[in-house]
């Protein structure tokens, strides 16, 4: 589609241009270059890599040398939010928002799959931007706000009226979502995370907070009442909130929550009405996930009542994912990628019937440092036997990442394989009959990043490798 500057800015002169991009690696010919200041690198400096590629001009704020026309601002990324909303427009769609440190994708893909029985809903998150009318793969769980916006023009285009999005703190913090307007808004969690960046739980939570503040005085927040911080989202709010958990205070409170080896047990009690329910999803933490889609489903006017039939073939792929082969042990692939994480998962694992418990794990590079030795203990403190290997090292050394895992460790439980697939093939081929291994971190992820490199790999397809091979 081709738009012109002009038409949205009066004093901009005439530039015909397909897409908006900050990016000079993904510009295509005929794309409008806007040369914001990013959190490292000043986009002016690659004006060059953007004539190169035949863009149809730039948008810029100091004097520059380049055949490219220009149009100058005072602030290229305050242009950019504004330009956005005028070439993408997504009135039609209403927007949900999932935050937190645990169970963004799971709640996302869950009321994904759900509302797809109501009405037709896309989700834009860990796993790509996906719904029954459009697919496309994405870099960041929440993308570039260029991206993210023209992801909501498609998705409305296409025929979709509703789209979920995972509101990751990071990309809260550098603007992506600036701009848009939540109908509905959800919280599952807050624990220490991404404190590289943010340094602070406080500047943590102010982070996450955003996605309130961005929610329309007519939506609605959906807020997990029983976590430590849920009472400070709950104030900062000015639209209506909706509470659960198993506080006598939850307005969709959970009791008599039941795991078992194959399914979970609950009652929910909402509105004067109780259900006691049963799915497939694995844990307590998805009985705290079931809790939220009801939520958002009945703040979006629908009733959730007419999911329950699906509770018991819900899919959500890479967590808790079984790998099944005829071994003669279990396999499970999770994403699980946090301390808490860790501890919530383990929580569940204590309720299957098994001889040894190995798990694979690793932290990833270049992010959350301090978080290191307590993942270490955890793993070390619950499993039988851990094999800590890599997981996405960007630019870091796996092995100071391992041993980083391993300061806290007192038990001799430990071995450090940092070849992922090496790793993965060596639990399995330790496995006896009714060992349990768990492979975390990356889910169903198809890739492993190494520096600036995404190369090819998934743990269910080396698991799968593994047992035919070994077993």
Do not use: W
Request: hydrophobic fraction near 40%; charge should be negative.
């Amino acid at each position: 589609m081709n738009r012109n500057l002009s038409d949205y800015f009066p004093d901009a002169p005439s530039i015909e241009f397909m897409d908006v991009k900050t990016s000079s690696n993904e510009i295509q010919p005929h794309d409008l270059f806007v040369c914001i200041q990013g959190v490292s690198v000043d986009r002016h400096d690659f004006l060059p890599q953007a004539a190169l590629a035949n863009a149809a001009g730039a948008i810029v704020s100091k004097d520059v040398n380049t055949p490219l026309p220009v149009y100058k601002v005072a602030n290229p990324n305050e242009t950019l939010v504004e330009l956005v909303k005028k070439a993408y427009p997504h009135d039609q769609l209403r927007l949900v928002g999932v935050t937190g440190t645990d169970g963004k994708t799971t709640i996302s893909t869950i009321l994904g799959s759900f509302l797809n029985h109501l009405t037709s809903a896309a989700v834009i998150g860990t796993n790509g931007a996906f719904s029954p009318n459009y697919a496309e793969a994405t870099k960041n769980t929440t993308p570039a706000i260029e991206h993210l916006y023209r992801l909501l023009h498609t998705f409305m285009i296409k025929g979709d009226s509703i789209a979920i999005m995972e509101a990751g703190s990071e990309g809260l913090h550098y603007g992506r979502t600036q701009g848009l307007e939540f109908d509905v808004s959800i919280f599952s969690n807050l624990t220490p995370e991404h404190l590289n960046t943010h340094k602070t739980m406080e500047n943590y939570f102010d982070a996450k907070s955003m996605l309130f503040k961005q929610t329309k005085t007519t939506g609605t927040a959906i807020i997990n009442i029983d976590d430590p911080y849920g009472q400070a989202f709950k104030d900062l709010c000015r639209c209506k909130v909706i509470t659960y958990g198993q506080s006598e205070s939850a307005d969709i409170r959970l009791s008599n929550i039941m795991v078992h080896h194959d399914h979970t047990s609950f009652t929910i009690h909402h509105l004067g009405k109780t259900k006691t329910l049963t799915t497939n999803l694995l844990g307590e933490f998805n009985a705290y996930n079931l809790a939220a889609t009801f939520g958002a489903i009945h703040a979006l006017g629908y009733s959730y009542e007419c999911v329950f039939t699906k509770l018991r073939d819900l899919n959500v792929s890479g967590r808790l994912q079984r790998v099944e082969l005829g071994q003669p042990f279990k396999v499970l692939v999770d994403y699980a990628h946090t301390p808490n994480g860790y501890l919530s998962l383990f929580k569940y694992m204590k309720a299957l019937k098994m001889n040894r418990l190995i798990v694979v794990a690793a932290s990833a590079g270049g992010r959350d440092h301090d978080k290191r030795p307590t993942m270490g203990k955890i793993l070390s403190d619950e499993a039988d036997v851990v094999v800590i290997t890599s997981e996405d090292p960007r630019f870091e050394d796996p092995m100071d990442i391992a041993t980083m895992m391993m300061r806290d460790v007192t038990q001799k439980n430990v071995q450090v394989i940092l070849d992922r697939s090496e790793a993965i093939h060596r639990a399995i081929l330790m496995a006896t009959h009714d060992d349990c291994i768990l492979i975390l971190g990356k889910g169903d992820e198809n890739y492993q990043v190494i520096k600036d490199q995404r190369i090819p790999f998934n743990d269910i397809d080396q698991a799968k490798a593994a047992i035919l091979a070994h077993h």
